[in-house]
């Protein structure tokens, strides 16, 4: 069974090139369908994996939307569509993710912002992992270099579980630039990094600021990290001497809110 096909026929740019270009999974695809943002050039549900309120909603959102859909004979149909076997029953072929100019960006935020800037983080898991606390901690936007970095993947979506749809993502083509344009707006520029001489809690975070993260291996870059004007490290007890990257992100994203909201 297909719906309707989307009116605009031009053809647009996919995510990637065969299981790459799909989003799988009942919260991935259902947070995707409920934004409205990003728009999936096709949707395929097997009608028995979902209960019947989700699938309810699927099928309007679909309608509503003018979204081209079909519905799967059984699991079996989907998973030999994207090749993998935990697709609850859902699954969207998108197109490439919808980022935006950093001036956009800069023009929509709030009167106290709070952005992360993510330095390399190559790991799509990790990349997930931090749009996930950055949606649930009230990040204002995500800013990225063009080089180094794993853009906005399949496996970034999915490890997300639909919080990409709801960030503003910026690319840029030099980090270092970028902090220097926020500088001259007086933010905050933090630095997340184990040769850090104060913990999260002795900064002031509740003016405007923008936390930088590091690569998995390499940390922040040199250049960028002699502009940050607060460089600070998460206490450890443990023996492992540094956090994984999205584990350092949402902790020090809570630590925003926490001092946002605590009265």
Known sequence: MVGRKRKNSRKKPTLGNHQRSWIWGQHAVLEMLRAGRWQPLSVVICEELLDAALFAEAMSLLKLN???????????????LIHARDHQGMAANMTEFPTVALDELMEGLPENPFLLLLD?????????S??????????NGIIIGESEQVGVTSH?????????????IATVASL??????????????VAATEKGTSS????????????VIGNEGKGIQHELLALCNQRCAIPQVGHIDSLNAAVA???LCYEVHRQ???I
């Open 200 to 211: 999260p809690s002795q900064i002031d975070l509740q003016k405007p600021v923008a936390i």
């Open 130 to 139: 931090i749009l996930r606390s950055a949606d649930l901690f009230g990040v």
């Open 156 to 168: 970034v979506a999915r490890s997300s579980v639909g919080a990409v749809n709801y960030l503003n």
């Open 66 to 80: 003018s979204i081209e859909y079909r519905l799967a004979d059984d699991a079996a149909e989907i998973e030999n």
């Open 249 to 251: 992100a949402g902790i």
């Open 120 to 128: 390399r983080v190559q790991d799509p898991f990790n990349f997930g």
């Open 176 to 189: 270092p630039e970028t902090v220097q344009t926020l500088l001259e707006k007086s933010y905050q520029i």
């Open 260 to 262: 946002r909201t605590t």
